[in-house]
């Protein structure tokens, strides 16, 4: 089901920005060095099993283990190492001044994303998409809320851990628009192979219009109106926040604008009529595991009603 994911599957050495450059450049090397390496090694015992025996006993002797066992391999791996981290240290070094500051902890199994102004006070919470401008550098500051997730979106930069009662910093950067996916690239537990989002890169003036009109006061649904009110009856306000309303619940992803989301339970498939009813009737059936107990003890029309009200939140 991840193929519901835009930008799935990702396109590891495809980068499309300048945090990702230097990892497709290593990759290729490392490509290069074990094809040489077992080419080598694939030479070598066609010569120890049928090459002439002057050359079988050389392959054998002392000079022969020290210099291909040992000097080589000590040289080839050592200079791959050091060259490596040379190219890839500013995937460590703190982002330049004016980047955008963003927040993403790994729960499981979905992905929170909590943007932030420059101090780092809380602006504006998605879940399982993270939009950023064109051209310009984002700081993302990766945690955990439980198990050791991993932030990995290839296009765009290297993977990083997400390490429980830890920050770790990782910037990222799209050189032209487009929707590229991420996944946790560490295993995290049953639905891991489950877990992914999608990065979704546009032009500063669009991305400075969605996001004032993502931390501007949401609007209110009707007072009184059938699917808010099916919606704390059942009890998912209790888990999930929507911004305008009475809904605060902070264990589930924030639904204010789940409505614009392209995928749903983080990236497993397209975010439609079908398959919100679905998700919201029984998420277990689909990912096993989830934190989010089924509610197939709704009727019909509470389900439809629920739906219908989340289809409005935009």
Known sequence: MMEALLGWPPAVLDPMGPYSSPVRTVAWALFGMGALITALVVAALALAWKGPPR???????????????????TVVLTGLLVWGLTLTARLDRPAADGAMRVRVIGEMWWFRVQYLDGDGRLLAEDANELRIPVGRPVAL?????????SFWVPQLSGKKDMVPGRTNRLTIQADRPGQFGGVCAEYCGRSHALMGMVVIAQHQPSFERW???????????????????QFVAAGCAACHAIDGTSAKGRAGPNLTNVATRRTLGAGIMPNNRGTLTGWVGD?????????MPSYDRLEPAQLKAITAYLETLK
């Open 55 to 73: 050359w079988r006993a050389r392959l054998g002797g002392e000079k022969a283990i020290m210099l291909l066992g040992v000097a080589l391999p």
């Open 211 to 229: 996001l004032a009109a993502r931390i501007a006061p949401a609007r209110r649904s009707a007072p009184g109106g059938e699917g808010f009110t």
């Open 283 to 291: 998420s277990q059936s689909i990912k096993p595991g989830n934190r």
């Open 141 to 149: 500051e990766l945690e955990s809320a439980d198990v050791i997730h």
